[in-house]
């Protein structure tokens, strides 16, 4: 059973930054993609951005230029800088890993950032 277990969310100002990090069991093998997605309250859960075994990245439009995926395969990490970070931004933030077989979730981080 692949663990995936998120930190560094938390209460920042607008303007601040955060970068969250999402440690996993698995192989880098067994990995297609890792993802961050986020969902506030009343909300569904979105993509906001992801990386590919290949290095290839996506971000929603809305954290384009202000957020950066990354990843460190010797650590078994994936993290989310997020830099200027608006109210907008307030949400439980998840990590995903697309297996190969199956997909596995995160239990979220809480990101508020106050006006």
């Known amino acids: 059973q692949v663990q995936l277990v998120e930190s560094g969310g938390g209460l920042v100002q607008a303007g601040g930054s955060l970068r969250l990090s999402c440690a996993h069991s698995?192989?880098?093998?067994?990995?297609?993609?890792m993802g961050w997605y986020r969902q506030a309250p009343g909300k569904q859960r979105d993509l906001v951005a992801d990386i590919t075994s290949g290095g290839s990245t996506y971000y929603a439009d809305s954290v384009k230029g202000r957020f950066t995926i990354s990843r460190d395969n010797a650590k078994n990490t994936v993290y989310l800088q997020m830099n200027s970070l608006t109210p907008e931004d307030t949400a439980v933030y998840y990590c995903?890993?697309?297996?190969?077989?199956?997909?596995?979730w995160g239990q979220g981080t809480q990101v508020t950032v106050s006006s």
């Open positions: 698995a192989s880098i093998f067994s990995i297609n993609a």
């Open positions: 995903k890993l697309y297996g190969l077989a199956y997909d596995y």
